[in-house]
């Protein structure tokens, strides 16, 4: 998302067309209906018109699955990182971290295996390989998981997942007729 388009955006209406623009939408053409996703993942049919709209967003409803965690979802809402600086810098007495701030990781094992794979990923667009390929990449320490078994069922993990799309990171298992293989791929590609 580039958060550019919000600082010099602050009239409501015209935010409002960017939070759509930015979820694929054009406010000028928008369908009768289309599906909403909820914070939890799941989603559901609703309206486009401007009642609804404001309806499900006070609910925390969007339109793009991409924006559910609440990290992504605070970004589009409130236009990114500028408008959490300025808010600092504004409030310092405001506690905001939470709102933004990288995902807390339930174990050390957790933290490590999450920040194995993000550098793994770094200058790279795209990974694609079985576990065991995975395993051999990354490397050998505590917390980490020693089995492709193991490292394929923690890779697909909540606290691993939120920490990989912080850092911009998706996670896929795919099967085909030959093998299973897991894809770490930017959002962007």
Not at 37 to 63: A, N, S
Not at 90 to 109: F, I, K, N
Request: glycine share 6%; with cysteine.
């Amino acid at each position: 998302m580039d958060t550019r388009m919000w600082k010099h955006n602050n009239n409501l209406q015209t935010r409002f067309n960017l939070w759509l623009k930015i979820q694929g939408f054009d406010a000028r053409r928008l369908p009768r209906s289309a599906r909403w996703y909820k914070k939890d993942g799941t989603y559901f049919e609703g309206k486009l018109d401007q009642y609804h709209i404001e309806l499900y967003r006070l609910r925390g409803c969007v339109l793009d699955k991409r924006y559910t965690s609440m990290a992504t979802w605070y970004l589009l809402e409130y236009g990114g990182h500028e408008w959490l600086d300025e808010q600092k810098r504004l409030r310092p007495d405001m506690e905001l971290d939470w709102l933004v701030g990288e995902p807390q990781y339930s174990t050390e094992a957790t933290t490590r295996l999450a920040s194995a794979l993000i550098d793994l990923m770094d200058g790279r667009d795209e990974w694609v390989g079985t576990a065991t390929e995975l395993l051999a990449e990354l490397p050998e320490k505590e917390g980490i998981p020693k089995t492709p078994i193991k490292l394929s069922a923690s890779v697909i993990q909540q606290d691993i997942t939120s920490a990989l799309d912080y850092r911009g990171i998706g996670v896929k298992r795919e099967r085909n007729a030959d093998k299973r293989t897991l894809r770490l791929a930017r959002h962007n590609s």
